[in-house]
């Protein structure tokens, strides 16, 4: 068992499976991802292994360690890794907090939920886009041009929350109005090439 410390005191530890497969690319990941999350201070993480492309996570109902993900090291991206740990939070924020930390700001279950905390959460997780959110064919296959206004739209909608419980369909409504916004200079080249 290889067991780092990647800051904010999260103790991570690898099952023999993922041990096996592990890059160094992937531990810098993960570390990484992990200072994004200051709820997990003092908790530890297991990491298995999982061959589909999307993670895996086991949503804590009892504060009881480890907590447990599954990455695949192939193809391995923040936004996986940003997904699955939001995953924990779910079930973490339910739960009271542990003794001499403040309460934690609660995050609704689902896997759409989930995305929309994952990107607001950072700009780190917007590497890849969202498994669960609705969004136009456009917006995902060119995700890296929409990714920071996406982001911003996922934390106006969290913003929203408390007051609009259709928070999830505004946000997506938001976002399917995105391409309308593209580029002018854009639009003209496309106009151009039809006119030829
Ligand atoms: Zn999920």
């Known amino acids: 068992m290889i067991v780092l410390s990647p800051g ?17 690319r992937a531990v810098r990941m993960l570390n990484r991802s992990l200072r994004e999350f200051p709820e997990l201070r003092n908790l530890e993480v297991r990491v298995g292994h999982t061959k589909t492309k999307l993670g895996v996570a086991f949503i804590p109902r009892h504060l009881r360690p480890p907590l447990y993900i599954r990455l695949r090291v192939r193809g391995l991206t923040y936004n996986t890794i940003g997904h699955e740990l939001t995953h924990l939070l779910q079930g973490l924020t339910k739960l009271p907090a542990p003794d001499g930390a403040s309460a934690w700001e ?56 408390p007051g609009r419980r259709t928070y999830i369909r505004w946000l997506e409504t938001r976002i399917a109005e995105l391409p309308d916004h593209a580029p002018v200079a854009r639009v003209r080249s496309e106009q151009l090439r039809l006119m030829l």
């Open 8 to 24: 904010m005191g999260v103790t991570v530890s690898f099952t023999p499976q993922m041990e096996k497969r592990l890059t160094q």
């Open 106 to 161: 609660p995050i609704p279950i689902g896997e759409t939920q989930c995305d929309i905390w994952t990107l607001a959460r950072s700009e780190l997780f917007c590497d890849d886009p969202p498994t669960y959110l609705r969004m136009p064919r456009t917006v995902r296959s060119r995700w890296r041009h929409y990714a920071g206004r996406v982001r911003l739209l996922c934390v106006e909608a969290i913003r929203q929350r």
